[in-house]
T-cell receptor, first 113, second 111 residues
Framework: SQTIHQWPATLVQPVGSPLSLECTVE??????LYWYRQAAGRGLQLLFY??????ISSEVPQNLSASRPQDRQFILSSKKLLLSDSGFYLC????????????FGPGTRLTVL | TQLLEQSPQFLSIQEGENLTVYCNSS?????LQWYRQEPGEGPVLLVT?????EVKKLKRLTFQFGDARKDSSLHITAAQPGDTGLYLC???????????FGRGTSLIVHP
């Protein structure tokens, strides 16, 4: 069976510090991978998605970047965090092949002070 | 412009009541998913509907896809406190890799 991991679970960082959030998927190959940000109790904002190694598409211009160095690894980064980067970050995968269901990780709660 | 509109945004009911949540759009979707999310966790997939007019049941939850594949509803019978959470609908169009999410319906069921 497939599983998705995200770490860390929670993170408190000062403004201007760098960020690295990691997501890995097990039990599947060549998944589509996604990073979302969620405001408190509300819908999901798609930040980045990737259909393959080294292929990253950005949905929203922002202070963040993403990379996919391996097939099942997706990393969200920032060189200098802003207060507005605070939020709940979710990684998700889907099998592709016209299957639209998404499977989410447990999320990372980021607080920028 | 929000492609998928969910209503109501908030719902607070007593245990045992019935409720319906709606997900509407002016666009046609090739499939539509419903997710439930508990605080501090990732959304969990409940169901996918694909065919216009399709009805799926998951215990006390009934999901319906509109005939024109532009809308969907989620009906919960005899709600329980364990049903509390954020319910999200998401739709995908054609061969797109990108689903569109509604803003969610926050449900609280009081014992």
């Amino acid at each position: 069976s497939q599983t998705i991991h995200q770490w860390p679970a929670t993170l408190v960082q000062p403004v201007g510090s760098p960020l690295s959030l990691e997501c890995t998927v097990e039990g599947t190959s060549n998944p589509n991978l996604y990073w979302y940000r969620q405001a408190a109790g509300r819908g999901l904002q798609l930040l980045f998605y990737s259909v393959g190694i080294g292929q990253i598409s950005s949905e929203v211009p922002q202070n963040l970047s993403a990379s996919r160095p391996q097939d099942r690894q997706f990393i969200l980064s920032s060189k200098k965090l802003l207060l507005s980067d605070s939020g709940f970050y979710l990684c998700a995968w889907n099998p592709g092949l016209a299957i639209h269901e998404q499977f989410f990780g447990p999320g990372t709660r980021l607080t920028v002070l | 412009t929000q492609l998928l509109e969910q209503s109501p945004q908030f719902l607070s009911i007593q245990e045992g009541e019935n409720l319906t949540v709606y997900c509407n759009s002016s666009s046609v979707f090739s499939s539509l998913q419903w997710y439930r999310q508990e605080p501090g966790e990732g959304p969990v997939l409940l169901v996918t509907v694909v065919t216009g007019g399709e009805v799926k049941k998951l215990k006390r939850l009934t999901f319906q896809f509109g005939d024109a594949r532009k809308d969907s509803s989620l009906h919960i019978t005899a709600a329980q406190p364990g049903d509390t959470g954020l319910y999200l609908c998401a739709g995908a169009q054609g061969g797109s890799y990108i689903p569109t999410f509604g803003r969610g319906t926050s449900l609280i069921v009081h014992p």
